[in-house]
């Protein structure tokens, strides 16, 4: 028994919704005539996450259902034209002519033909042998395997995924989408289709589970797979009389916080050498602000040679700040303990607080504001 905590965002326990004590173990397989049939019911139990929302089911697939499987729905001209419109439709959108696709789960290439007609140039991906031949001798290029979050597609990047009828299959959902995004360019694009859980949901579908089918999707459990491994959903759509859903995604950048690891160097050191800058020339220097900004920045710099810290709060004055164990005073103390320079950290109030220098108090020594470098003003 696999412990059952979400696979999307990791909440246990789940909830178990309904059981279906009785369903085919594969139903991408029919059974031959004749012949002693081994082949037995399994008990089918649709779990959901009261966190994010997720319906899945917690065990695996009972066989390999991928290694040899064969099925294909490429043969209905519904299904064609449709496939034929959103091929089309997706290279239009994202300017895909003559750029290239990878289709994770490509099956029998059918799709592939489908974005080679609307411009692209498609590779394939599939774990199926059987299915790689077929792609084969449509003349397509095709890799075996899947994708993960340590192996991106091979011969990446390209400049858009797709990836159809495959994610309600994987077990390492969030593993699969890091894997999706880390196969194209930085401003790729990717289309992601999945049956629809609202339609099951809408018309009580319970027929629309099935053992290999781990994950069942609706608009917000989606969209907030595809959010969290860095596809921003740029577009929601149903397909085929409502049956499928359509997530139409862009790969998010978002900013790195590394960028601060440079910041508290350059930070510090300013502070550091403008502080002992002033006492070369005999000169005195306090700051201003007893609040987050300014405990963290004296904490972090260990300025030596600070005379104290101003605070305009009467609930600060009187005590020490930690770590620098610096007085905290009230703005008055300038008058009668004068200093030369003031390190102002309470960026919220720079306006107020220098005016307030300037205007109330007289002071007429230096004020560096906190900032990349510092700025004196
Ligand atoms: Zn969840």
Known sequence: MSAECCRLCGTAPLRTTVTLPRVPANISRLLPPGGPLDDHPVTL????????????????PAEHYYDDYLMTVSHSPQMRAYQQAQAAEFVARHGLTGRRVIEVGCGDGHYLACLAAAGAVPVGLEPSARFRDLVAQRGFECHAGYVSRDAPAPGRPYAAFVTRQVLEHVLDLRGFLAGLRASIVADGAGLIEVPSFEQTLENGRFFDLFPDHVNYFTDRTLRLACELAGLAVTWLTRGMNGEYLVAWVQHALFPDAQSLEDAVRRTCTALAEFVAQQRSLGRRVAAWGAGGKGLTTLAAAQVAGLEYVIDSDPHKVGR??????????????????????IVLTALAYREE????????????GTIAVLGPTLELV
């Open 353 to 364: 607080i220098i005016r307030q220098c300037r205007e109330l108090l007289g002071f007429r």
């Open 320 to 341: 020490l700040t930690p770590v620098s164990h610096l007085r905290v005073v009230p703005p008055e103390t300038l008058k009668h303990e004068p200093v030369d320079a």
């Open 45 to 60: 139990r649709l779990l959901q996450c009261d966190e994010c929302g997720l319906a899945q089911l917690a065990e695996a």
